[in-house]
C-alpha cells in the first residue's frame, strides 16, 4: 500500500520535471528564435516557413551593422539613458522624501497629505485631462514630459514608506536630539538601513523607463526626441505592415525595418535580460512587500 | 472616538514652525501630487462642457443637457456595448486562466527535489516579463503573421493558415496566452513565497497521519497559501475595468476592433487621434467610476476577511 503511493508520487515528478522542461522549452523558445533569424540570410529567411534550430546559411551580421549605424536608433539610446538616470534621481529623490515625511511622527497636517496621495490611486483624470496638461504646462515635445508626470508612483511610494516605517523611531528621535535636520536623517540613517527596498525602487522605476514608449508617442513630435522602444516601434510597425500586406511595393524603409527586426530586438532586449538575473534576490523581496502592502 | 479637533491657526502656525523642516522636504512632493494629478482631475470638467482649446477649460460652454450631453451620445451610441463587451470578455478570460495559471506553476515549482534545477527554471520563466511590451508585441505579430511558426504549427494540426491577428475571433485567445507567457513566472513568486513560510511540522503530523502527497497538497499546502490567493484574487478583480491598454493599442488593427477595441483605446482614438476632447473625457470618466465601484467593492470583500485588508 505504502510501497504503491511512493511509486505514484515518482511517476509524478517525472511529468513534473518533464512539464517544467516544456516550459522552459516555450519560455525560450521565441527568444532563442529571434536571435537565431538575426544571424540569418534576410532571403533565405523570407522563403523560411516553421520553427528555426540553426541560423539560415550563409550567417551574416549585416543586421546589427546596419542597427548600430542608424541614426534614429542611436538617438534613442541616447534619449532613453537620459531619461533613465535623469528619471531615475527624481523618482528616487520624490519618492524618498514622500515616504520619508510619512513616516515622521508628529506633523499635524500629516494625514490630510496621505489621504490627498491615496486618493489619487483611486481618481485619475485620465488620458484626455492629462494631456492637456502636459500641453498647458508647455511640455509637449520635451524629454521631461517623460520624466515629470511619472516622478512618483504611489505603489512604489506606498512600498518605500514600509521600509522606511521598519526602521525604529528611536533612531530617528536620538538624531533629531543630536540636532540632525530630517534631511540629515534621511540621508544619513534611512537610505543606508534601506538598500533593499531602494534597489527594488530602482529596478521598478528603471524597468518602467526603459519601456516606455506611448507617454512618448503622444507628448513627442520630433524624431530626434524619441526614446529607444517608441523606435523600435516605429520601425517594427513598418516592418509589420509589409509582412501582412503583399510583398511587392514595400518602400525602402520597410524593407530595412524587415531586414533589422530581428537584430533591433536583440540589440535593444539584451541589457535587461542579461541584469535581471543578477537583481533576482531584490525583486523577489520588492514583489512580496508590494503585494501586501499595494 | 476621538474628539474633533478645533481649526486653530494658532496651532496650526506652531506646528508648522516645529516641523518646518519636514514639511519643506514634503514640498515638492505635494508640489508634483498639485501639478500632476489635480491639475488634471480638475480638467475632468471638459467631460461636461464642449471644449475647445482656444477658450480653455473654464471658458469653454457647458455641454447641452446640463452638461451631460457626451455621456448621453455615448451611452446611445453603438460602440458602447461593444467596448464595455470586449473589455470584460478580455479581463475575465484573462482572469479565469491567468489567475490559476502562476498558482498551479509554483505548486508545481515546490515539488522539485532539485533545487539547482528549480532554481534554473524559476529564473527562466521570470524572462519574458522583462521583455517590453512593444518587443513582445511584434514577437506575437511575426509569430502569427502567415509566415510566423506559431500560425505554421496550428495548420500542421488542421489550424488556420493565415495571419491570426487578421481574424476577430483569434484576438482575445493570443492576448491571453501571451499575457500567460509573459506573466505565469513573475506572478508565481509570491505563491513560492507563501509556500516556503508553511511550517514544515504540518507536513510531518499529516505524514503521521497517513496522508498521501495529494492529502498533504489538499489539507496543508492548499490551506497554507489560500489567504494569499484570495488576496491576489481580490486585488486582480479589483482591476476588472483596466485592461492592458498599450498591449491592445499594439496588437490591434481595424479589422478586428469588433472583439478587440477596448474603452481606453476607444478614448485614446477619439481624444488624441479625433479631437473629440470632450467625448473622449466623458468616457473616460465612465470608466474610472466604473472602476472606482468595482474597487470599493472589493476592498469591502476583503476588508470582511479580516486578517489582511487591501491597505
Redesign the interface.
Known sequence: MVRK?ITA?QI??IF??V??LF??L???Y??Y??VLASFSDPGGLSR?????WAPIKPYTTSAYETVFRNPLIITGFRNTAFVLTVGLLVNL??TM??A??LT?K????KNV?AI???F?M????????????IKS?GLLDSLWALI??G??STTNL?IMKSAFAAIPDSLIESARLDGA???QI?IRVMVPLSKATIAVMVLYYG?GH??E??NAS?YLRNGEKFPL??V??NI??L??NS??GSGAGMDEMAQLAELI?YAL?VV??TP??VL??FL?KH??KG??VG???G | MRKKKRFDLRVLGKDLKKYSDAYVMALPVILFYLVFCYKPLYGILIAFKDFSPAAGIWGSDWAANHGFQHFIDFFQSYYFGRILKNTLVISLTSILFGFPAPIILALLLNELKNEKFKRITQTVSYMPHFISIVVVCSMIQMFTSNKGFITYLLSLVGGPDFSLLTKPEYFVPIYVLSGIWQEIGWGAIIYLAALSGIDQQLYEAAKIDGAGKWKQMLHVTLPGISGTIIIMLLLRLGSVMNVGFEKVMLLYNEGIYDTADVISTFVYRKGLLDFQWSYSAAVGIFNSVVNFGVVMIFNKISKKYGEVSLW
Open positions: 503511493k508520487y509524478f515528478s513534473n520535471i512539464f517544467m516550459i522552459i516555450i519560455t525560450a521565441p527568444i528564435y529571434i523560411h516557413v516553421g520553427l528555426l529623490t520624490l522624501l514622500g520619508f515625511f515622521i508628529g506633523p499635524r497636517l497629505i490627498m496621495i491615496i489619487t483611486y481618481f485619475s483624470g485620465g488620458l484626455i485631462p492629462s494631456y492637456l496638461n504646462l515629470l508626470p516622478a512618483i506606498i535636520s530630517y534631511t534621511l524597468v526603459w519601456n514608449w506611448f503622444i522602444q517608441l523600435v516601434r517594427l510597425k516592418a509589420g509582412a501582412m527586426k530586438i535593444t532586449t535587461i535580460l535581471y538575473p533576482q525583486f523577489v514583489v512580496m503585494a501586501i502592502k
